[in-house]
């Protein structure tokens, strides 16, 4: 007797579960179709109570795990899909992103090598060419697609120490070979910067964090100031980053002017610009990321305003060489070392990311995306307007981009409360950063749809 849950799985030579296969997909599309994309007026969580897996022996039905996705993990999801979600960089994924995913999963090829992902291991180097270009970085650019902005970023400070310090590579950061590195962001850079540290091996205490004027950018002559007080102390500067997209209020750096004073100090210039990097793509905002071109490396995330499914991110490089000397690596498994992703990349075996990115760019196309990089800049005008206009609420500092932050302007009621008030009611779902000592409300209006 063949083993029936066997036989939904894999293809039968003789090709008689075809069809079964195929009705698992449609069961599939209708699923994600009805239950998840067709959601946008149903609550942000509905169901809240624990989940408890049970594994048993014999398998299930398909049609039977249908029925369980359906009645018990849909409803615990949180549903990106209401147009009044807007707490955090999520997004409503493109529709063709969602399928490219399916076929990505399906043919399963593995980003670790050339021979593995013959047709992607192409798509992704001339995806990370473009990007390069695209974000002014010149004809030697280069990069990796990475599983997060946080890897990214990780990467490049990799980079970067192996740069000014080749032997780490080899030898590590010992006492023995520690030459004082020291880096620096923003206090409102992201914590994947703190990670970095630490996986590279020179602490977290030694990423000086410089402050930030009220809107979350770095202040410049904190920054020289910082980066001339660690020399006199015999420390060796070796990484500057600017944010392009702050994670809390969406500042953006003045970036030509922190790239000078890397430039001015010898240090590798980074660009976290995983969320705002997107404004590239408006004719219109791009101008808010004049000086990109002066970048070492600089992370970009599509997951976010770009609708791609996640995970979806990047590590761009200015000059290719940095990327393959910051690993120095070949895989003695493979036949070809000539483009391995897995030898400059910090994962080994790694899904295909470029195939969706392809396609919502060529779905898109530069036009579609340019409208929709305005759309949510104007939600977030409007959504402003109506914070201003609010008795109930006040504004924490003057957005840049489509994050507006404010606070309750109510003292019987905090924004902590507001915010729950406002779930509750299933009238916006926000979030509760932590903002100079304070909590207050951020909305990032990445809806297409987006109401309030
Ligand atoms: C989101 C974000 C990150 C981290 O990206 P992940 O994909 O969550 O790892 C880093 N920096 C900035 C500025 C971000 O907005």
């Known amino acids: 007797m063949p083993n029936p849950s066997l036989d939904s799985q894999f293809l039968h030579p003789d090709r008689h579960n075809r069809e079964t296969l195929r009705q698992l997909g449609y069961a599939f599309v209708d699923l994600i179709t009805d239950a998840v994309i067709d959601r946008q007026d149903r609550a942000f969580v509905k169901d809240e109570s624990p989940f408890q897996i049970d594994i048993p022996n014999h398998?299930?039905?398909?049609?039977?795990l249908l029925l369980e996705l359906r009645s018990q993990i849909l409803p615990r999801a949180l549903n990106l899909q209401n147009?009044?979600?807007?707490?955090?960089?999520?997004?409503?994924?493109l529709a063709i992103t969602i399928w490219a995913d399916a076929l990505t999963a399906a043919l399963n090829n593995n980003m670790l090598s050339q021979e593995l992902a013959p047709v992607f291991t192409q798509l992704e180097a001339q995806l990370v060419t473009w990007f390069g270009k695209l974000f002014g970085l010149g004809d030697r650019a280069f990069g990796t697609l990475t599983a997060g902005g946080s890897l990214a970023n990780i990467t490049a400070m990799l980079l970067a120490r192996n740069a000014k310090q080749p032997t780490s590579q080899d030898l590590g950061v010992n006492s023995?070979?520690?030459?004082?590195l020291v880096a620096f962001v923003s206090d409102a850079a992201h914590t994947s910067f703190d990670k970095a540290m630490n996986v590279i091996g020179l602490g977290r205490e030694n990423l000086i964090r410089v402050t930030t004027n009220d809107r979350g950018e770095i202040e410049l002559e904190a920054l020289e100031s910082a980066v001339q007080q660690a020399i006199a102390q015999g420390k060796q500067p070796f990484f500057i980053a600017a944010i392009a997209g702050t994670t809390v209020t969406g500042a953006i750096d003045n970036i030509a002017a922190v790239g000078a004073i890397a430039r001015q100090y010898d240090c590798w210039f980074h660009i976290d610009a995983a969320y705002g990097g997107a404004a590239i793509f408006s004719p219109q905002w791009k101008y808010l990321l004049n000086g990109c071109d002066a970048a070492?490396?600089?992370?970009?995330?599509?997951?976010?305003?770009?609708?791609?499914s996640r995970t979806c991110a990047m590590l761009l490089v200015k000059q290719k060489q940095d990327l393959v000397n910051g690993f120095k690596m070949e895989l003695p498994y493979m036949a070809d070392n000539s483009l391995n992703f897995g030898n400059i990349?910090?994962?080994g075996t790694r899904r295909t990311d470029s195939l969706k990115l392809w396609l919502a760019l060529r779905s898109l196309g530069l036009n579609g995306y340019a409208e929709l990089i305005d759309r949510s800049m104007a939600h977030a005008v409007a959504f402003r307007q109506w914070i201003d206009a609010s008795q109930e609420t006040e504004l924490v500092c003057e957005?840049?981009?489509n994050l507006v932050c404010f606070k309750s302007h109510n003292p019987a009621i905090s924004s902590a409360a507001l915010r729950q008030k406002w779930i509750d009611a299933e009238k916006l779902w926000l979030s509760l950063p932590l903002w100079k000592g304070d909590r207050i409300l951020k909305a990032v209006i990445l809806h297409p749809h987006a109401t309030w």
Do not use: C, E
Not at 88 to 93: E, R, T
Not at 176 to 180: I, L
């Open 296 to 308: 070492d490396s600089l992370t970009f995330n599509p997951q976010k305003w770009m609708w791609v």
């Open 399 to 401: 957005p840049t981009i």
């Open 345 to 347: 990349n910090l994962q």
């Open 59 to 64: 398998g299930t039905a398909s049609t039977d």
């Open 83 to 93: 147009p009044r979600y807007m707490g955090h960089m999520d997004s409503v994924p």
């Open 176 to 180: 023995r070979t520690n030459h004082n």
